[in-house]
């Protein structure tokens, strides 16, 4: 749960074929969650933090999201607040990346001039305990609706310069994403605001 009393935002996508969602992973020097330009980093991100279970077969494995899990976010608009993807949320998320097909579209730092070659999905599910789908072994718990990934690195400079000697460390979603409040705002001041502002960011999201 946060720490302090900021304003809590469900992310959001359409299930529209516009785009909003997920579309590119991104393998970074600290695990991350990007909105478009904006960095949303999670308080205990290294716990999530991708690991190779057996270097020989150059499989990386971690999880590409956390369900419910609360993201500290400040900017100049808003000030400091926390932003969650919701179970359902991330549903929709991976049905779409995968309609899409977007696998293999994965790059570093969130730089698409970084595009990485040689970088294939593997597998990825999500934990439904109530299926017997948990979390593998050797990795922090987390809950139903998580999304987890493995990658396989065929790019022998990726594996050896930046995945085996831990320059890189975690996996980091992007995409455009819609504001949700989950709290009531407090003042009808905050409510206003609020409503302009989620309308700016909705009608980004082309409904």
Same mark, same amino acid.
């Given at each position: 749960?946060?720490?302090?009393?900021?304003?809590?935002?469900?992310l *959001?996508?359409?299930?529209?074929?516009?785009?909003?969602?997920?579309?590119? %992973?991104? $393998?970074? =020097?600290?695990p &991350? /969650?990007?909105?478009?330009?904006?960095?949303?980093?999670?308080?205990?991100q290294?716990?999530?933090?991708?690991?190779?279970?057996?270097p020989d077969?150059?499989?990386?494995?971690?999880?590409?999201?956390?369900?419910?899990?609360?993201?500290?976010?400040?900017?100049?608009?808003?000030?400091?607040?926390?932003?969650?993807f919701?179970?359902?949320?991330?549903?929709q998320?991976?049905?779409?990346?995968?309609?899409?097909?977007f696998?293999n579209? *994965?790059?570093?730092?969130?730089?698409?001039?970084?595009?990485?070659?040689? %970088?294939? $999905?593997? =597998?990825?599910? &999500? /934990?439904?305990?109530?299926?017997?789908?948990n979390?593998?072994?050797?990795?922090?718990?987390?809950p139903?609706?998580?999304?987890?990934?493995?990658?396989?690195?065929?790019?022998?400079?990726?594996?050896?310069?930046?995945?085996?000697?831990?320059?890189?460390?975690?996996?980091?979603v992007e995409?455009?994403?819609?504001y949700d409040?989950?709290?009531?705002?407090?003042?009808?001041?905050?409510?206003?605001?609020?409503s302009?502002?989620?309308?700016v960011?909705?009608?980004?999201?082309?409904?």
């Amino acid at each position: 749960m946060p720490k302090k009393n900021f304003p809590i935002y469900k992310l *959001v996508i359409s299930d529209n074929p516009d785009e909003s969602g997920v579309d590119y %992973v991104a $393998m970074v =020097d600290e695990p &991350a /969650i990007e909105e478009r330009g904006m960095w949303m980093m999670f308080e205990k991100q290294k716990d999530f933090s991708f690991k190779s279970t057996e270097p020989d077969k150059r499989i990386v494995s971690g999880f590409l999201m956390v369900a419910d899990m609360p993201i500290y976010r400040k900017d100049d608009s808003r000030g400091e607040y926390y932003v969650v993807f919701e179970a359902q949320t991330i549903d929709q998320i991976r049905k779409k990346f995968s309609k899409n097909n977007f696998f293999n579209k *994965v790059n570093a730092m969130h730089d698409k001039k970084l595009k990485l070659e040689g %970088v294939y $999905m593997l =597998d990825n599910f &999500a /934990i439904a305990s109530a299926r017997g789908i948990n979390t593998p072994k050797g990795f922090e718990k987390a809950p139903d609706s998580s999304w987890f990934a493995s990658y396989y690195i065929e790019n022998e400079t990726l594996w050896a310069e930046f995945l085996k000697s831990g320059v890189l460390k975690g996996f980091s979603v992007e995409g455009l994403f819609g504001y949700d409040l989950e709290q009531k705002a407090e003042t009808k001041e905050d409510a206003e605001n609020f409503s302009a502002f989620m309308n700016v960011l909705l009608d980004q999201l082309k409904f």
